[in-house]
């Protein structure tokens, strides 16, 4: 790796198909930090053929070891003195997989943008996670445990953990085992983290200890920020209490394609981007598809027609009942609360009373009303993290979001268990 933080990943030959054109040339494959760039050099007697391409931005990449084609777009071409001709291509979309198609017995990867939750004390930073006959090591990359390379931005993107991952007995696995395991280990780490976190160079090992799987390039990645979410920095033993019950959760394919939704809004809803406001109608959008899974499909609380039916405020309440979640809205989001007691309103209708306002503006001669929409905000990845805390039978602490200057530490039972 240089000092730019790139890896060469592979080298080899690869063919570039536009329409019917094809042209056989040599790939270089580098991973630069949390950009995977692929720069194709066609050898000198080749070089000519680049005029098949008809000067195209968009071409299909064809590499051996990797399944699909990938869809990449041009971003420098350049042609040298002697001859030869390079293209720099980047993927439109990743990641994807290098195979050598053989049975597996362990993997690595790194882990970008989780944090470092204390497990019974300061110095104590790893742990070890088990489910569905999984074993996922978690090594804690500090100064003093792991020597990581320096990423580019390593103030917006930082290595916090090396997995190391095995099935339990030590049996062998496939390589699609192996990447469900570790897309499912990445939506579970984004659920406690609030934010998207992703995995880094993974790697799958065959029984001789070389490598068989490698992922290229990375899923989305949130920039980097302090933990505020439900999952508290003191209280890392949270984190070992939820992953059964969700790991177990997700196992059903409509119950992954739900969690993968809401956390897919929950992620995007990030004020730094869309703000306060638009982070309302993004979490909206999470709590239908999260009620509309929990009381139609699991509880079987209400038909598909009568979900509809409902109001988008008595979907979210009767959702809330039933995962015993309370529906008061917080006396600490004082502005929310006065406005919800003005109108006689509870959290769901407050909430969605604003949401309404912002996508269906009043009518002209209404009263012009400043809106709580930072609270409102609060207010809902509350009502996200319950649910799902909730649904995954959690019993434990938890860190509230109605709280907006909460201290680190600062946690509480989830409200059922109390009951």
């Given amino acids: 790796m240089n000092s730019d933080a790139e890896y060469l990943l592979w080298t080899g030959p690869g063919t570039l198909h536009n329409g019917s054109a094809r042209v056989c040339v040599n790939c270089r494959v580098y991973q630069k930090s949390l950009r995977m760039e692929v720069q194709v050099v066609a050898s000198e007697n080749r070089s000519d053929e680049f005029w098949l391409l008809n000067d195209a931005w968009d071409l299909l990449l064809e590499i051996p070891g990797v399944c699909e084609r990938l869809e990449v777009f041009v971003i420098q071409k350049s042609w040298i003195s002697t001859g030869s001709s390079f293209l720099i291509l980047l993927p439109k979309q990743t990641p994807f997989w290098f195979s050598k198609s053989r049975a597996l017995r362990s993997g690595r990867c790194f882990v970008v943008n989780f944090a470092q939750y204390w497990i019974g004390s300061p110095t104590s930073l790893d742990f070890t996670l088990n489910a569905a006959g999984w074993t996922a090591r978690f090594v804690a990359v500090t100064e003093r445990s792991l020597g990581i390379p320096r990423m580019k931005s390593d103030e917006e993107f930082r290595i916090t953990h090396q997995i190391e991952f095995s099935r339990e007995h030590g049996s062998l696995f496939t390589e699609q085992e192996a990447r469900d395991f570790l897309s499912r280990m990445s939506l579970f780490l984004s659920f406690c983290r609030g934010h998207w976190v992703g995995l880094f160079l993974a790697v799958g090992l065959d029984t001789n200890g070389e490598m068989a799987l490698e992922q290229w390039g990375t899923a989305p990645v949130s920039s980097w920020r302090k933990p505020s979410g439900w999952l508290d920095e003191h209280h890392g033993n949270c984190i070992g209490q939820l992953f059964e019950t969700f790991f177990r ?34 979490l909206q959008a999470a709590l239908e598809r999260l009620a509309w899974h929990v009381l139609v499909r699991e509880r079987k609380a209400i038909s598909e027609k009568g979900f509809k039916a409902l109001t988008a405020a008595d979907q979210l309440r009767l959702m809330l009942n039933i995962l015993l979640i309370p529906t008061a809205i917080p006396k600490s989001l004082s502005e929310l609360h006065k406005l919800g007691q003005s109108r006689a309103m509870d959290g769901p209708e407050v909430f969605t009373y604003i949401r309404n306002r912002l996508t269906h503006p009043p009518k002209i001669s209404a009263r012009k009303q400043p809106l709580p929409y930072f609270e409102a905000y609060r207010l809902a990845q509350r009502y996200v993290e319950l649910a799902i805390l909730s649904a995954c039978g959690y019993s434990g602490e938890y860190g509230n979001r109605a709280i907006t200057e909460r201290w680190k530490g600062q946690v509480e039972k989830v409200p059922w268990a109390l009951k």
Avoid: M, S
């Fill in 249 to 282: 959760k997700i196992q059903d394919e409509a119950w992954l394609d739900a969690v993968r939704h809401v956390v897919y809004w929950f992620a995007r809803a990030d004020t730094d981007n869309v703000g306060p406001d638009g982070a309302c109608i993004l």
